[in-house]
């Protein structure tokens, strides 16, 4: 499968959520799609499933509009934060309304996955828990085999074993049906090791689109006292900088820095460099 934008925008009366925003994203791979609270994350994800047009640009999965489109829709299951399901209806009208509109809905795995989460089946969505709910979306997302499956924070209400086993159900539906998974998720530290790829955006914007392998490869952190990584990082590629107390901390792009007498330089995790990215700097004090 291959999705591709082209300059998309979206906005909502006068507020731009998605600004120009050009990205292919191909393959058979799990990613992430990152960013703080308003992004534009959950428009684009929304976009993408065909649940409203934008306002200009284009997107296309495998060179087809996903708006109003039958065939392009059934590709891909999209399992928001919450408001999934409709509430009057009962878990297994929901499976089977699901195993109509999926035509590579797995039911041995849907009925596995519920004995798993120990979901009943006559139980009312609007009974649920929130982590039944997020269980239930789990589950759907899962067995429906899609060849792009979202989740948009999917762990709403789950505890921490319940996360980690979510993980090891992604992982283990991946390796026994490869297809595209993106996932969207604020608990980077616990899934990143998943991805193979990451995107992230930032006030409607792309901010970064890397494999996981140049990530790590690419991005330093250097931080000590401000004269000494002033003096470090000059002439050098500097992505963010900012300096508290006396102190300064700069992430470099494509450099290469090594720890010295007052000058410290790490590689950087994903969640970390995601919050340097994305947060306002702060000047000296």
Not at 110 to 119: I, R, T, Y
Not at 145 to 155: G, M, S
């Amino acid at each position: 499968m291959k999705i591709e934008t082209k300059q998309l925008r979206k906005t909502f009366g006068k507020e731009s959520a998605l600004e120009d925003l050009s990205i292919t994203f191909s393959g058979e791979k799990i990613i992430g799609l990152l960013g703080k609270n308003g992004a534009g994350k959950t428009t684009f994800m929304r976009i993408l499933s065909g649940h409203f047009q934008q306002t200009s640009g284009t997107i296309a999965v495998n060179e087809q509009s996903p708006f109003n489109h039958s065939d392009v829709s059934k590709n891909i299951c999209f399992i928001q934060e919450s408001n999934n399901f409709y509430g009057k209806f009962r878990i297994d009208e929901v499976l089977q309304i699901a195993e109509v509109f999926y035509p590579n809905w797995d039911k041995d795995q849907a009925e596995h996955l519920l004995k798993v989460f120990k979901l009943k089946r006559k139980q009312k969505v609007k009974a649920l828990s929130k982590g039944m709910l997020s269980a239930l979306g789990i589950i759907v997302g899962l067995a429906s085999n899609a060849p792009i499956t979202i989740f948009d924070e999917p762990y709403i209400g789950l505890d921490a074993s319940n996360r980690s086993l979510f993980y090891d159900l992604l992982l283990q539906s991946y390796q026994d049906n490869p297809r595209m998974f993106i996932l969207s998720t604020h608990l980077i530290d616990e899934i990143s090791k998943l991805f193979e790829e990451v995107a992230i955006l930032h006030e409607g914007k792309l901010l970064l689109h890397e494999t996981t392998a140049e990530l790590a490869e690419n991005h330093l952190l250097v931080s000590g006292e401000t004269s000494v990584v002033d003096q470090a990082i000059k002439n050098k590629n500097v992505i963010h900088q900012t300096s508290m107390l006396g102190k300064k901390k700069a992430v470099l792009f494509g450099e290469q820095l090594a720890t010295t007498d007052g000058l410290e330089v790490s590689k950087i995790g994903l969640q970390d460099l995601v919050i340097y990215l994305t947060k306002e700097e702060v000047d000296s004090l």
